[in-house]
């Protein structure tokens, strides 16, 4: 199965929206990553290291099945970001891990 890149930019109500919906927004990530399908998720960083958006790299069946996912998201449901990419990726350093 290829892999995902998902990319959210957080709005400018990102910070509060974010800390309201993290639960739910982990929750909904937690079988993928139980099923080995994660491969990195965290919080994009600032320059003060305050979190300004989400990175989300995730197998997935095709492009329909990750669009999916990323339409399932919390985050993207409510708002938490301005601006959402997907894009599959091409591995090329794995990091020993496949």
């Not at 080995?36 to 989300?56: M, Q, T």
Request: aromatic share 6%.
């Amino acid at each position: 199965m290829p892999w995902f890149a998902l990319i959210g930019h957080d709005g400018p109500d990102g910070a509060a929206l974010r800390k309201k919906h993290r639960p739910a927004h982990l929750e909904g990530l937690a079988a993928l990553d139980a099923e080995g399908r994660v491969r990195h998720g965290g919080p994009l960083l600032d320059e003060d290291g305050a979190p300004c958006g989400s990175v989300v790299i995730f197998e997935a069946a095709d492009l329909a099945a990750a669009r999916d996912v990323v339409a399932r998201d919390p985050y993207v449901q409510r708002g938490v970001f301005a601006r959402v990419e997907l894009r599959e990726t091409k591995p090329v350093f794995s990091g020993g891990r496949g």
